[in-house]
Protein backbone atom coordinates (compact mmCIF):
# COMPACT_ATOMS: atom_id res chain seq x y z
CA UNK A 1 0.00 0.00 0.00
CA UNK A 2 1.09 3.97 -0.75
CA UNK A 3 1.43 5.78 1.54
CA UNK A 4 2.06 9.49 0.68
CA UNK A 5 5.65 9.77 1.97
CA UNK A 6 6.82 7.07 -0.35
CA UNK A 7 7.16 7.85 -3.76
CA UNK A 8 6.73 4.60 -6.06
CA UNK A 9 8.63 4.40 -9.63
CA UNK A 10 7.15 5.73 -12.32
CA UNK A 11 3.55 7.54 -13.06
CA UNK A 12 0.66 6.51 -10.76
CA UNK A 13 -1.88 5.06 -13.51
CA UNK A 14 -4.88 7.59 -12.91
CA UNK A 15 -7.48 5.62 -14.86
CA UNK A 16 -10.38 6.72 -13.23
CA UNK A 17 -12.97 8.92 -14.83
CA UNK A 18 -12.39 11.81 -13.62
CA UNK A 19 -10.12 13.97 -12.10
CA UNK A 20 -8.19 12.84 -15.13
CA UNK A 21 -4.31 12.65 -15.64
CA UNK A 22 -2.78 16.24 -15.98
CA UNK A 23 -0.66 16.94 -18.42
CA UNK A 24 2.77 18.21 -17.63
CA UNK A 25 2.24 21.43 -20.11
CA UNK A 26 -0.95 22.48 -17.63
CA UNK A 27 0.86 21.73 -14.45
CA UNK A 28 3.87 23.79 -15.39
CA UNK A 29 1.32 26.81 -16.62
CA UNK A 30 -0.41 26.44 -13.08
CA UNK A 31 2.89 26.56 -11.29
CA UNK A 32 3.41 30.27 -12.51
CA UNK A 33 3.30 32.97 -9.85
CA UNK A 34 -0.34 34.46 -8.74
CA UNK A 35 -1.38 37.89 -9.92
CA UNK A 36 -3.19 40.25 -9.03
CA UNK A 37 -7.16 39.37 -9.82
CA UNK A 38 -8.11 43.34 -10.46
CA UNK A 39 -4.58 43.94 -12.25
CA UNK A 40 -4.33 44.96 -15.95
CA UNK A 41 -3.11 41.89 -17.21
CA UNK A 42 -5.51 39.66 -15.54
CA UNK A 43 -8.76 41.36 -17.72
CA UNK A 44 -6.64 40.01 -21.09
CA UNK A 45 -6.34 36.04 -19.44
CA UNK A 46 -10.17 36.55 -18.24
CA UNK A 47 -11.50 37.50 -21.94
CA UNK A 48 -9.66 34.97 -23.46
CA UNK A 49 -10.70 31.82 -21.19
CA UNK A 50 -14.18 33.00 -21.63
CA UNK A 51 -13.76 33.08 -25.38
CA UNK A 52 -12.08 29.58 -25.28
CA UNK A 53 -14.79 28.35 -23.34
CA UNK A 54 -17.01 29.52 -25.67
CA UNK A 55 -15.70 27.74 -28.36
CA UNK A 56 -15.34 24.36 -26.00
CA UNK A 57 -19.17 24.75 -25.04
CA UNK A 58 -20.19 25.85 -29.18
CA UNK A 59 -22.18 29.06 -28.01
CA UNK A 60 -21.86 32.55 -28.40
CA UNK A 61 -23.37 33.09 -24.90
CA UNK A 62 -22.05 33.85 -21.45
CA UNK A 63 -20.21 31.13 -19.95
CA UNK A 64 -19.93 31.55 -15.85
CA UNK A 65 -16.93 30.16 -13.95
CA UNK A 66 -17.18 29.11 -10.29
CA UNK A 67 -14.37 28.58 -8.17
CA UNK A 68 -15.88 25.38 -6.85
CA UNK A 69 -16.01 21.68 -8.31
CA UNK A 70 -19.23 20.71 -10.32
CA UNK A 71 -21.64 20.31 -8.07
CA UNK A 72 -21.51 24.29 -7.31
CA UNK A 73 -22.73 24.65 -10.66
CA UNK A 74 -25.33 22.31 -10.70
CA UNK A 75 -26.56 24.46 -7.61
CA UNK A 76 -26.09 27.53 -10.00
CA UNK A 77 -27.73 26.20 -13.00
CA UNK A 78 -31.18 25.79 -10.90
CA UNK A 79 -31.33 28.73 -8.33
CA UNK A 80 -30.25 31.54 -11.37
CA UNK A 81 -33.57 29.97 -13.16
CA UNK A 82 -35.93 28.73 -11.27
CA UNK A 83 -38.10 29.46 -7.69
CA UNK A 84 -39.27 27.81 -4.44
CA UNK A 85 -41.51 24.46 -5.56
CA UNK A 86 -40.80 24.41 -9.12
CA UNK A 87 -41.37 20.86 -10.23
CA UNK A 88 -37.92 19.99 -13.04
CA UNK A 89 -38.18 16.83 -14.95
CA UNK A 90 -35.18 14.86 -14.14
CA UNK A 91 -34.32 11.41 -15.69
CA UNK A 92 -32.68 8.68 -13.66
CA UNK A 93 -29.38 7.57 -15.48
CA UNK A 94 -27.67 6.84 -12.94
CA UNK A 95 -25.49 8.32 -9.86
CA UNK A 96 -24.74 11.55 -11.24
CA UNK A 97 -28.26 12.16 -12.57
CA UNK A 98 -29.22 10.82 -8.88
CA UNK A 99 -26.77 12.99 -6.86
CA UNK A 100 -28.20 16.76 -8.80
CA UNK A 101 -32.23 15.43 -8.16
CA UNK A 102 -31.08 15.30 -4.64
CA UNK A 103 -29.67 18.98 -4.47
CA UNK A 104 -33.01 19.80 -6.75
CA UNK A 105 -34.93 18.40 -3.43
CA UNK A 106 -32.30 20.59 -0.94
CA UNK A 107 -33.24 23.42 -2.37
CA UNK A 108 -37.15 23.13 -2.00
CA UNK A 109 -37.32 22.14 -5.82
CA UNK A 110 -40.21 19.36 -6.91
CA UNK A 111 -37.85 17.13 -9.06
CA UNK A 112 -39.99 14.32 -11.19
CA UNK A 113 -38.18 11.65 -11.82
CA UNK A 114 -38.53 9.97 -15.32
CA UNK A 115 -37.02 6.13 -15.05
CA UNK A 116 -36.73 3.18 -17.26
CA UNK A 117 -38.07 -0.07 -15.01
CA UNK A 118 -36.51 -3.22 -13.95
CA UNK A 119 -33.43 -5.22 -13.91
CA UNK A 120 -32.15 -6.69 -16.64
CA UNK A 121 -32.22 -10.46 -17.45
CA UNK A 122 -28.17 -11.48 -18.15
CA UNK A 123 -26.62 -9.41 -14.90
CA UNK A 124 -29.68 -8.33 -12.80
CA UNK A 125 -28.57 -4.37 -12.60
CA UNK A 126 -31.42 -1.68 -13.11
CA UNK A 127 -32.11 -0.95 -16.75
CA UNK A 128 -32.04 2.24 -16.02
CA UNK A 129 -28.05 2.17 -15.47
CA UNK A 130 -27.51 0.40 -18.67
CA UNK A 131 -29.46 3.15 -21.84
CA UNK A 132 -29.35 6.97 -21.89
CA UNK A 133 -32.37 9.09 -21.67
CA UNK A 134 -35.25 8.33 -23.65
CA UNK A 135 -36.37 11.19 -25.42
CA UNK A 136 -40.03 10.25 -26.60
CA UNK A 137 -40.42 9.34 -22.47
CA UNK A 138 -39.61 13.46 -21.49
CA UNK A 139 -42.23 14.10 -24.93
CA UNK A 140 -45.01 12.33 -23.19
CA UNK A 141 -43.99 13.70 -19.73
CA UNK A 142 -43.78 16.95 -20.72
CA UNK A 143 -47.75 16.23 -22.77
CA UNK A 144 -49.27 15.34 -19.56
CA UNK A 145 -48.11 18.48 -18.36
CA UNK A 146 -51.10 20.34 -19.15
CA UNK A 147 -50.66 23.18 -16.52
CA UNK A 148 -47.10 23.36 -17.36
CA UNK A 149 -45.95 23.03 -13.85
CA UNK A 150 -42.78 21.87 -15.26
CA UNK A 151 -40.00 24.62 -15.70
CA UNK A 152 -37.07 22.59 -16.47
CA UNK A 153 -35.65 19.36 -18.28
CA UNK A 154 -32.69 18.46 -16.25
CA UNK A 155 -30.61 15.39 -18.26
CA UNK A 156 -26.77 14.25 -17.87
CA UNK A 157 -25.08 13.86 -21.30
CA UNK A 158 -22.45 11.66 -20.29
CA UNK A 159 -23.51 9.56 -17.09
CA UNK A 160 -20.02 9.10 -15.49
CA UNK A 161 -21.17 6.08 -13.32
CA UNK A 162 -21.91 4.11 -16.31
CA UNK A 163 -20.37 5.08 -19.62
CA UNK A 164 -23.81 5.70 -20.98
CA UNK A 165 -24.39 8.78 -23.30
CA UNK A 166 -27.53 10.67 -23.93
CA UNK A 167 -29.05 12.28 -26.96
CA UNK A 168 -29.44 15.93 -26.44
CA UNK A 169 -30.24 17.09 -29.55
CA UNK A 170 -33.45 14.54 -29.42
CA UNK A 171 -34.34 15.75 -26.00
CA UNK A 172 -34.67 19.25 -27.06
CA UNK A 173 -37.05 17.79 -30.03
CA UNK A 174 -39.20 16.32 -27.95
CA UNK A 175 -39.55 19.29 -26.00
CA UNK A 176 -40.46 21.22 -28.90
CA UNK A 177 -42.46 18.70 -30.36
CA UNK A 178 -44.24 18.66 -27.18
CA UNK A 179 -44.63 22.15 -27.49
CA UNK A 180 -44.00 22.90 -23.90
CA UNK A 181 -41.79 25.97 -22.70
CA UNK A 182 -39.66 24.12 -20.00
CA UNK A 183 -35.99 25.24 -19.83
CA UNK A 184 -33.03 22.16 -20.84
CA UNK A 185 -30.40 22.32 -18.20
CA UNK A 186 -27.33 19.62 -19.72
CA UNK A 187 -24.66 18.03 -17.43
CA UNK A 188 -21.92 17.58 -19.47
CA UNK A 189 -19.30 17.67 -16.70
CA UNK A 190 -17.83 14.38 -17.79
CA UNK A 191 -18.69 14.83 -21.48
CA UNK A 192 -17.34 18.11 -22.01
CA UNK A 193 -13.65 18.92 -24.48
CA UNK A 194 -13.88 14.96 -25.09
CA UNK A 195 -16.98 14.05 -26.36
CA UNK A 196 -19.17 16.30 -29.27
CA UNK A 197 -21.08 19.48 -27.89
CA UNK A 198 -23.09 21.89 -28.90
CA UNK A 199 -24.84 24.28 -26.56
CA UNK A 200 -26.21 26.60 -29.31
CA UNK A 201 -27.05 24.23 -31.65
CA UNK A 202 -28.54 21.89 -29.49
CA UNK A 203 -30.87 24.65 -28.37
CA UNK A 204 -29.52 23.77 -24.34
CA UNK A 205 -30.40 26.89 -22.04
CA UNK A 206 -27.85 25.97 -19.01
CA UNK A 207 -25.20 23.64 -19.28
CA UNK A 208 -22.85 22.92 -16.34
CA UNK A 209 -19.48 21.45 -16.59
CA UNK A 210 -16.20 21.30 -14.26
CA UNK A 211 -12.44 20.93 -15.11
CA UNK A 212 -11.04 18.25 -13.87
CA UNK A 213 -12.45 15.47 -16.82
CA UNK A 214 -12.03 16.49 -20.70
CA UNK A 215 -10.33 19.98 -19.75
CA UNK A 216 -7.46 18.03 -18.47
CA UNK A 217 -7.17 20.24 -15.64
CA UNK A 218 -7.20 19.57 -11.56
CA UNK A 219 -10.44 20.06 -9.49
CA UNK A 220 -11.63 23.60 -8.48
CA UNK A 221 -13.20 25.13 -11.51
CA UNK A 222 -16.89 24.76 -12.90
CA UNK A 223 -18.94 26.16 -15.63
CA UNK A 224 -22.56 27.25 -16.63
CA UNK A 225 -22.48 27.95 -20.29
CA UNK A 226 -26.47 30.30 -20.71
CA UNK A 227 -28.41 31.31 -23.37
CA UNK A 228 -31.09 33.94 -24.06
CA UNK A 229 -33.87 32.22 -22.55
CA UNK A 230 -31.90 31.00 -19.21
CA UNK A 231 -31.09 34.95 -18.85
CA UNK A 232 -34.52 35.74 -18.88
CA UNK A 233 -35.44 33.09 -16.38
CA UNK A 234 -32.76 34.58 -13.95
CA UNK A 235 -35.08 37.80 -14.02
CA UNK A 236 -37.81 36.13 -12.17
CA UNK A 237 -36.82 33.25 -10.36
CA UNK A 238 -36.65 33.43 -6.82
CA UNK A 239 -34.21 30.79 -5.34
CA UNK A 240 -32.24 32.83 -3.13
CA UNK A 241 -28.68 33.19 -4.67
CA UNK A 242 -25.98 35.58 -4.02
CA UNK A 243 -22.66 33.96 -4.75
CA UNK A 244 -23.99 31.74 -7.43
CA UNK A 245 -26.09 35.10 -9.06
CA UNK A 246 -25.14 35.15 -12.62
CA UNK A 247 -25.81 38.52 -13.19
CA UNK A 248 -23.09 40.41 -11.74
CA UNK A 249 -20.58 37.72 -12.84
CA UNK A 250 -21.99 38.10 -16.54
CA UNK A 251 -21.40 41.87 -16.09
CA UNK A 252 -18.05 41.61 -15.04
CA UNK A 253 -16.88 38.81 -17.19
CA UNK A 254 -17.41 41.41 -20.06
CA UNK A 255 -14.11 42.81 -18.94
CA UNK A 256 -12.67 39.59 -17.86
CA UNK A 257 -12.92 40.23 -14.11
CA UNK A 258 -14.93 38.97 -11.49
CA UNK A 259 -16.86 40.06 -8.63
CA UNK A 260 -14.65 38.17 -6.54
CA UNK A 261 -11.01 36.25 -6.49
CA UNK A 262 -11.43 33.90 -8.90
CA UNK A 263 -8.74 31.15 -9.23
CA UNK A 264 -6.23 32.67 -10.80
CA UNK A 265 -3.58 29.57 -11.22
CA UNK A 266 -6.52 27.09 -12.54
CA UNK A 267 -7.21 29.89 -15.09
CA UNK A 268 -3.77 29.54 -15.63
CA UNK A 269 -4.53 25.94 -16.52
CA UNK A 270 -7.40 26.57 -18.01
CA UNK A 271 -5.31 28.91 -20.80
CA UNK A 272 -3.38 26.09 -21.33
CA UNK A 273 -5.72 23.31 -21.95
CA UNK A 274 -8.18 25.35 -24.46
CA UNK A 275 -4.71 26.27 -26.12
CA UNK A 276 -4.04 22.49 -26.24
CA UNK A 277 -7.47 21.60 -27.42
CA UNK A 278 -8.43 24.38 -29.84
CA UNK A 279 -4.69 24.55 -31.38
CA UNK A 280 -5.70 20.18 -32.39
CA UNK A 281 -9.14 20.82 -32.82
CA UNK A 282 -12.07 19.91 -31.34
CA UNK A 283 -13.04 16.77 -33.78
CA UNK A 284 -9.32 15.63 -33.51
CA UNK A 285 -9.89 15.54 -29.94
CA UNK A 286 -13.42 13.59 -30.12
CA UNK A 287 -11.89 11.14 -32.69
CA UNK A 288 -9.15 10.45 -30.25
CA UNK A 289 -11.71 9.55 -27.29
CA UNK A 290 -13.62 7.55 -29.62
CA UNK A 291 -10.58 5.49 -30.62
CA UNK A 292 -9.65 5.19 -26.99
CA UNK A 293 -13.08 3.84 -26.10
CA UNK A 294 -13.51 1.13 -29.25
CA UNK A 295 -10.33 -0.26 -28.00
CA UNK A 296 -11.02 -0.59 -24.49
CA UNK A 297 -14.39 -2.05 -25.67
CA UNK A 298 -12.43 -5.04 -27.66
CA UNK A 299 -10.19 -5.40 -24.72
CA UNK A 300 -13.79 -5.65 -22.52
CA UNK A 301 -15.33 -8.16 -25.11
CA UNK A 302 -12.24 -10.11 -25.49
CA UNK A 303 -12.83 -10.93 -21.65
CA UNK A 304 -16.01 -12.17 -22.27
CA UNK A 305 -17.48 -9.61 -19.24
CA UNK A 306 -20.52 -7.38 -20.23
CA UNK A 307 -20.19 -3.89 -21.03
CA UNK A 308 -22.31 -1.25 -18.62
CA UNK A 309 -24.25 0.66 -21.75
CA UNK A 310 -26.46 -1.87 -22.86
CA UNK A 311 -26.45 0.61 -26.15
CA UNK A 312 -24.13 0.35 -28.69
CA UNK A 313 -25.44 3.78 -30.42
CA UNK A 314 -24.44 5.36 -27.12
CA UNK A 315 -21.20 4.00 -25.78
CA UNK A 316 -19.66 7.01 -24.13
CA UNK A 317 -15.76 7.90 -25.64
CA UNK A 318 -14.88 9.13 -21.95
CA UNK A 319 -15.24 5.85 -19.71
CA UNK A 320 -15.88 2.54 -19.95
CA UNK A 321 -18.00 0.61 -16.85
CA UNK A 322 -16.93 -3.07 -16.74
CA UNK A 323 -19.84 -5.59 -15.19
CA UNK A 324 -17.90 -8.27 -13.27
CA UNK A 325 -19.10 -11.52 -13.16
CA UNK A 326 -21.31 -12.52 -9.97
CA UNK A 327 -19.72 -13.69 -6.79
CA UNK A 328 -16.56 -11.03 -8.06
CA UNK A 329 -16.80 -7.95 -5.70
CA UNK A 330 -15.83 -5.20 -8.46
CA UNK A 331 -13.96 -3.17 -5.37
CA UNK A 332 -12.06 -5.85 -4.35
CA UNK A 333 -10.66 -6.52 -7.79
CA UNK A 334 -10.03 -2.40 -7.88
CA UNK A 335 -8.09 -2.62 -4.91
CA UNK A 336 -6.06 -5.67 -5.88
CA UNK A 337 -5.24 -3.76 -9.05
CA UNK A 338 -4.49 -0.54 -7.23
CA UNK A 339 -1.96 -2.34 -4.16
CA UNK A 340 -0.52 -4.69 -7.04
CA UNK A 341 0.38 -2.68 -9.90
CA UNK A 342 -0.59 1.34 -8.47
CA UNK A 343 -3.00 1.33 -11.16
CA UNK A 344 -6.61 3.73 -10.21
CA UNK A 345 -9.97 2.67 -11.36
CA UNK A 346 -13.42 4.01 -11.69
CA UNK A 347 -15.44 2.58 -8.71
CA UNK A 348 -19.16 1.43 -9.02
CA UNK A 349 -21.35 3.51 -7.27
CA UNK A 350 -24.88 3.73 -6.02
CA UNK A 351 -26.94 0.92 -7.24
CA UNK A 352 -24.18 -0.78 -8.93
CA UNK A 353 -21.68 -0.42 -6.17
CA UNK A 354 -19.28 -4.03 -6.04
CA UNK A 355 -20.84 -5.21 -9.49
CA UNK A 356 -18.55 -2.96 -11.93
CA UNK A 357 -15.49 -0.69 -12.04
CA UNK A 358 -15.10 1.53 -14.68
CA UNK A 359 -11.62 2.19 -17.21
CA UNK A 360 -11.08 5.83 -17.72
CA UNK A 361 -10.02 6.96 -21.08
CA UNK A 362 -9.65 10.81 -20.65
CA UNK A 363 -6.93 13.23 -19.92
CA UNK A 364 -3.29 12.93 -20.31
CA UNK A 365 -3.71 9.06 -22.00
CA UNK A 366 -2.12 7.54 -25.31
CA UNK A 367 -2.11 4.04 -26.47
CA UNK A 368 0.51 2.82 -24.68
CA UNK A 369 -0.70 4.17 -21.40
CA UNK A 370 -4.05 3.07 -22.40
CA UNK A 371 -2.30 -0.90 -23.02
CA UNK A 372 -0.80 -0.21 -19.63
CA UNK A 373 -3.35 0.06 -17.93
CA UNK A 374 -5.78 -2.90 -19.63
CA UNK A 375 -2.50 -4.76 -18.83
CA UNK A 376 -2.97 -4.19 -14.99
CA UNK A 377 -6.92 -5.00 -15.27
CA UNK A 378 -6.21 -8.14 -17.23
CA UNK A 379 -3.59 -9.36 -14.43
CA UNK A 380 -6.03 -8.19 -11.59
CA UNK A 381 -9.01 -9.98 -13.34
CA UNK A 382 -6.47 -13.29 -13.12
CA UNK A 383 -5.39 -12.73 -9.68
CA UNK A 384 -8.86 -12.34 -8.63
CA UNK A 385 -10.36 -15.47 -10.14
CA UNK A 386 -11.81 -14.40 -12.92
CA UNK A 387 -12.37 -16.58 -15.96
CA UNK A 388 -11.51 -15.04 -18.98
CA UNK A 389 -12.43 -15.77 -22.59
CA UNK A 390 -9.49 -14.72 -24.08
CA UNK A 391 -7.22 -11.82 -24.03
CA UNK A 392 -8.10 -8.21 -23.82
CA UNK A 393 -4.81 -6.91 -24.00
CA UNK A 394 -4.35 -8.60 -27.26
CA UNK A 395 -6.95 -7.48 -28.76
CA UNK A 396 -6.82 -3.74 -27.38
CA UNK A 397 -3.76 -4.30 -29.62
CA UNK A 398 -4.55 -5.71 -32.75
CA UNK A 399 -7.20 -2.38 -32.40
CA UNK A 400 -4.81 -0.18 -32.05
CA UNK A 401 -2.49 -1.61 -34.64
CA UNK A 402 -5.07 -1.38 -37.17
CA UNK A 403 -6.68 1.67 -36.55
CA UNK A 404 -4.20 4.92 -36.71
CA UNK A 405 -5.05 7.50 -35.08
CA UNK A 406 -6.32 10.57 -36.41
CA UNK A 407 -4.13 13.81 -37.14
CA UNK A 408 -4.47 17.30 -36.76
CA UNK A 409 -5.56 19.01 -40.26
C1 LIG B 1 -17.81 14.48 -11.80
C2 LIG B 1 -19.23 14.68 -12.09
C3 LIG B 1 -20.07 15.45 -11.26
C4 LIG B 1 -19.64 16.00 -9.93
O1 LIG B 1 -18.71 16.98 -10.04
P1 LIG B 1 -17.83 17.37 -8.77
O2 LIG B 1 -16.72 18.14 -9.42
O3 LIG B 1 -17.40 16.09 -8.12
O4 LIG B 1 -18.65 18.20 -7.87
C5 LIG B 1 -21.38 15.62 -11.65
N1 LIG B 1 -21.86 15.08 -12.78
C6 LIG B 1 -21.10 14.31 -13.58
C7 LIG B 1 -21.70 13.72 -14.80
C8 LIG B 1 -19.77 14.09 -13.25
O5 LIG B 1 -19.01 13.32 -14.04
Redesign the pocket.
Known sequence: MLTLDQHPSGRHFLQI??PSPVPDRILRAISLPTIDHRGPEFGALGLKVIQGLQQVFGTRHPVAIYPA????A?EAALVNTLSPGDAVLMVETGH?AM??QKLALRLGLAPQVLTRPGTCAETGLPLAWRHGVDPAAIGEALRADREQRIRAVCV?H???STGVTSDIAAVRRAIDVAGHPALLMV?T??GLASADYRHDEWGVDVTVS?S??GLMLP?GI?FNALSPRALQANETARLPRAYWAWNEIVEMNRSGYWPYTPNTNLLYGLHESLDMLLGQGLEVVFARHRRWGEAVRSAVRAWGLPIQCADEALYSPVLTGVITPEGIDADALRRCIHERFDLSLGTGLGRIKGRMFRIGHLGDCNDLTLMAALSGVEMGLRLQGVALAGSGVQAAMDHFTAHPAPKPA
Open positions: PGSGTGWFLWVNETDISGQKPS
